[in-house]
């Protein structure tokens, strides 16, 4: 079995896949669940909705909210008898994301390509059967295509949720695959067929499509990263209206601006290569001090860890492809 820090070292891990782990303190997983289900600082939700949202018992979810709101992750509306993320939930979140200064980076390196690009182009990060925004940009003529920081896309229907799995190892994609056929069985019954191809697909050429499953107005094109820092990858897609860009093109023209723009923040999560040197300061909102940001790179994302891999190059290690 080995030591528990191994085992939760496990790419792809999810937090549906608890109930068979001895180690895993089963309120703690439920509290965090309870959390989950608020979508952005304004949700308000009540212990109702909050049980059909997370699948725990009324009763249940009643004794972690009320823990929950003694503790300031919630608070409680009266007026309204709902819920919200309390400022401590908030103050955690403004703690962890104050020393991630190369989320800028990332974010600069995004917007550069969506003056060219015209659509909506992602950094994203798993969370169980979704991935979520942690950087975005968008072009100006980018129509119909509304996402944001923090917003969550599934999985089953998405190009970057077909690369993150398409770059796991297969008995962990077949995890995921089992938490979502419990969860929600139609999205488990597009993604099935799928995975192989997109497996080799990735394998070959270092990204992965879809193509009009999210929306059937959208088309995209996902490439995975391993994050030293996060222990697991991340991707980075682009999505497309469908009227302008076919399947066709997005090989075509958008791939080798994604593949590129993949090196780019690949340099950026590991600290190596020119990347961090030739950063053009005046592309960015506010002056940096390399210094600092070199030495909080090789701090926070562990420097050493090795070379992000491109995705034509995984190979099996630690839960990696």
Not at 96 to 111: F, S, V
């Given at each position: 079995m080995?030591?528990?820090?191994?085992?939760?070292?496990?790419?792809?891990?999810?937090?549906?896949?608890?109930?068979?782990?001895?180690?895993?303190?089963?309120?703690?997983?439920?509290?965090?669940?309870?959390?989950?289900?608020?979508?952005?600082?304004?949700?308000?939700?009540?212990?109702?909705?909050?049980?059909?949202?997370?699948?725990?018992?009324?009763?249940?979810?009643?004794?972690?909210?009320?823990?929950?709101?003694?503790?300031?992750?919630?608070?409680?509306?009266?007026?309204?008898?709902?819920?919200?993320?309390?400022?401590?939930?908030?103050?955690?979140?403004?703690?962890?994301?104050?020393?991630?200064?190369?989320?800028?980076?990332?974010?600069?390196?995004?917007?550069?390509?969506?003056?060219d690009?015209?659509?909506?182009?992602?950094?994203?990060?798993p969370?169980?059967?979704?991935l979520?925004?942690?950087?975005?940009?968008?072009?100006?003529?980018?129509?119909?295509?509304?996402?944001?920081?923090?917003?969550?896309?599934?999985?089953?229907?998405?190009?970057?949720g077909?690369?993150?799995?398409?770059?796991?190892?297969?008995?962990?994609?077949?995890?995921?695959?089992?938490?979502?056929?419990?969860?929600?069985?139609?999205?488990?019954?597009?993604?099935?067929?799928?995975?192989?191809?997109?497996?080799?697909?990735?394998?070959?050429?270092?990204?992965?499509?879809?193509?009009?499953?999210?929306?059937?107005?959208i088309?995209?094109?996902?490439?995975?990263?391993?994050?030293?820092?996060?222990?697991t990858?991340?991707?980075?897609?682009?999505?497309?209206?469908?009227?302008?860009?076919?399947?066709?093109?997005?090989?075509?023209?958008?791939?080798?601006?994604?593949?590129?723009?993949?090196?780019?923040?690949?340099?950026?999560?590991?600290?190596?290569?020119?990347?961090?040197?030739?950063?053009?300061?005046?592309?960015?909102?506010?002056?940096?001090?390399?210094?600092?940001?070199?030495?909080?790179?090789?701090?926070?994302?562990?420097?050493?860890?090795?070379?992000?891999?491109s995705?034509?190059?995984?190979?099996?290690?630690?839960?990696?492809?």
């Amino acid at each position: 079995m080995g030591r528990r820090s191994e085992r939760l070292s496990k790419a792809g891990m999810v937090a549906g896949d608890l109930t068979g782990d001895g180690d895993v303190i089963q309120v703690v997983s439920r509290a965090f669940e309870v959390l989950r289900c608020f979508d952005g600082h304004e949700a308000r939700l009540g212990n109702l909705e909050i049980s059909n949202r997370c699948g725990l018992p009324r009763s249940t979810v009643s004794r972690l909210t009320h823990t929950l709101t003694r503790m300031g992750q919630l608070v409680y509306l009266p007026r309204d008898q709902k819920y919200r993320i309390g400022p401590s939930a908030v103050a955690m979140s403004a703690s962890m994301l104050r020393g991630l200064q190369l989320r800028r980076l990332i974010c600069a390196r995004l917007e550069e390509l969506s003056v060219d690009i015209p659509g909506t182009i992602g950094f994203v990060i798993p969370d169980r059967l979704h991935l979520v925004y942690l950087e975005f940009a968008r072009s100006a003529t980018a129509l119909g295509l509304h996402s944001g920081v923090g917003t969550r896309i599934p999985m089953a229907t998405t190009a970057a949720g077909h690369a993150y799995i398409a770059a796991l190892e297969p008995d962990i994609g077949s995890a995921i695959l089992s938490e979502m056929e419990r969860e929600t069985p139609a999205d488990a019954d597009i993604l099935r067929p799928l995975m192989e191809d997109n497996r080799r697909f990735l394998a070959t050429h270092g990204y992965v499509t879809a193509c009009g499953l999210w929306s059937p107005h959208i088309n995209g094109v996902a490439a995975p990263l391993w994050s030293p820092q996060y222990q697991t990858y991340v991707v980075i897609t682009i999505g497309l209206l469908a009227a302008m860009y076919d399947e066709a093109r997005l090989h075509g023209e958008v791939a080798p601006r994604l593949l590129e723009l993949s090196r780019a923040i690949g340099g950026i999560l590991t600290g190596e290569g020119p990347i961090l040197n030739n950063i053009e300061r005046e592309s960015l909102s506010a002056p940096l001090n390399m210094n600092v940001i070199n030495a909080e790179i090789r701090n926070d994302l562990e420097a050493g860890t090795g070379r992000t891999r491109s995705a034509r190059n995984l190979r099996a290690s630690d839960g990696r492809r």
